[in-house]
């Protein structure tokens, strides 16, 4: 059973940074692309990062380019997101994701002085 | 980027009905390979959006038959029927052909 856990959320002033991790089990992690997609309070799905299965390449929208960063440590099955200069309009629950096929439960971030 | 337009917003249904729901995209979504990289999720309140059709028309692991999705280029259907109260929630849909990867704005189900 494939399964994704997310941790590392919390409340972040503006301007600060913030690391997710997302521990992967029930597949070949090294196998597969890997995402984060976020949602903010009340509203819709944002794709927010991709990252291919050796770590070679990686992808971002223009809103978070330059500030947010996926990784991944295939040794041991997990996934990041640092996210660096946050603002109040990254506010959202953030998804892991395998390919478009699974999402963990999410992890909470609230950017707010 | 690519627009996702579903409609309605929203759609009130009576259990053991059948309702269906439009997505039309900005741009055809037929990928280079040949394939179409259109996608729908459920997601229920409280929970993380999970996959119902994949490339258009395809079921995804455990989906009961009652949902069915279809359509080309730039327009896309997904078909509930005998609607059940687990079906309730915001359908989106998502197209993963062009960077980046977009998806509609949601339509929310609800019992009539």
């Known amino acids: 059973e494939v399964q994704l856990v997310e941790t590392g959320g919390g409340l972040v002033q503006p301007g600060r940074s913030l690391k997710l991790s997302c521990v992967a089990s029930?597949?070949?992690?090294?196998?597969?692309?890997m995402s984060w997609t976020r949602q903010a309070p009340g509203k819709g799905l944002e794709w927010v990062a991709s990252i291919t299965n050796s770590g070679g390449s990686t992808y971002y929208p223009d809103s978070v380019k330059g500030r947010f960063t996926i990784s991944r440590d295939n040794a041991q099955n997990t996934l990041y997101l640092q996210m660096n200069s946050l603002r109040s309009e990254d506010t959202a629950t953030y998804y892991c994701t395998l390919g478009p096929d699974y999402w963990g439960q999410g992890v909470m971030v609230t950017v707010s002085s | 980027d690519v627009v996702m337009t579903q409609t309605p917003v929203s759609l009130s249904v009576s259990l053991g009905g059948q309702t269906s729901i439009s997505c039309r995209s900005s741009?055809?979504?037929?990928?280079?390979?040949?394939?179409?990289?259109l996608y729908w999720y459920l997601q229920k309140p409280g929970q993380s959006p999970q996959l119902l059709i994949y490339k258009v028309s395809n079921r995804f692991s455990g989906v009961p038959d009652r949902f069915s999705g279809s359509g080309s280029g730039t327009d896309f259907t997904l078909k509930i029927s005998r609607v059940e109260p687990e079906d309730l929630g915001v359908y989106y849909c998502y197209q993963g052909t062009h960077y980046p990867p977009t998806f509609g704005a949601g339509t929310k189900l609800e019992l009539k």
């Open positions: 029930g597949f070949t992690f090294n196998n597969y692309w």
């Open positions: 741009q055809s979504l037929v990928h280079s390979d040949g394939n179409t990289y």
